[in-house]
T-cell receptor, first 110, second 115 residues
Framework: DAKTTQPTSMDCAEGRAANLPCNHS???????VYWYRQIHSQGPQYIIH???NNETNEMASLIITEDRKSSTLILPHATLRDTAVYYC???????????FGKGITLSVRP | EAQVTQNPRYLITVTGKKLTVTCSQN?????MSWYRQDPGLGLRQIYY???????DKGDVPEGYKVSRKEKRNFPLILESPSPNQTSLYFC??????????????FGPGTRLTVL
């Protein structure tokens, strides 16, 4: 399973876009990029996933570089409720095992 | 409403007293898993189950047991709890879908303290 690296923390202003980077330079061809988030001590919540193409859903957008060695999660209009730990995960997916790293703590300031 | 439930949500116990944390899901998902979360160590997988009667060790299985007799239930058993098992525990379930969608649904967590 590919290992991911993320900054420890970042912050952004409410209403602005939050761009969360992730490096996964050892990702293999059949591994997907998944993003989850965990608000305080609640259970993690699925956000989005992708393989090669950029993806968008109601929560966020995922931009994956052409070489697939890095990606960016974009929250287009961050709110205070988006303050959370965000996990970037690169996994094959078929066995449903997700390896959570330490994630990045996003703080949205008023 | 699709959900994963865990009981109890909070538990304080003493070393050596056997306990079970229950997990139940109503989504008919094949895959279920247990994680523990500790400060500075992130989420670590304890055990997982691909389907009924199929279980396997995760990354930190020592001191834990599980069973999967029914699809909806996946209890976590601590036969002889020790203080180093004080942690926040999460149960999760998922179903592999076409297109790589591997959305795991997590329970609300069980905060366990072993004295």
């Amino acid at each position: 399973d590919a290992k991911t690296t993320q900054p420890t923390s970042m912050d952004c202003a409410e209403g602005r876009a939050a761009n969360l980077p992730c490096n996964h330079s050892t990702i293999s061809g059949n591994e997907y990029v998944y993003w989850y988030r965990q608000i305080h001590s609640q259970g993690p919540q699925y956000i989005i996933h992708g393989l090669k193409n950029n993806e968008t859903n109601e929560m966020a957008s995922l931009i994956i570089t052409e070489d697939r060695k890095s990606s960016t999660l974009i929250l287009p209009h961050a709110t205070l409720r988006d303050t959370a730990v965000y996990y970037c995960i690169a996994e094959g997916g078929a066995n449903s095992k997700l390896t959570f790293g330490k994630g990045i703590t996003l703080s949205v300031r008023p | 409403e699709a959900q994963v439930t865990q009981n109890p949500r909070y538990l304080i116990t003493v070393t050596g007293k056997k306990l079970t944390v229950t997990c139940s899901q109503n989504m008919n998902h094949e895959y279920m898993s247990w994680y523990r979360q500790d400060p500075g160590l992130g989420l670590r997988q304890i055990y997982y189950s691909m389907n009924v009667e199929v279980t396997d060790k995760g990354d930190v299985p020592e001191g834990y047991k599980v069973s999967r007799k029914e699809k909806r239930n996946f209890p976590l058993i601590l036969e002889s709890p020790s203080p180093n098992q004080t942690s926040l525990y999460f149960c999760a379930c998922s179903r592999w879908l076409a297109g790589g969608r591997n959305e795991q649904f997590f329970g609300p967590g069980t905060r366990l303290t072993v004295l």
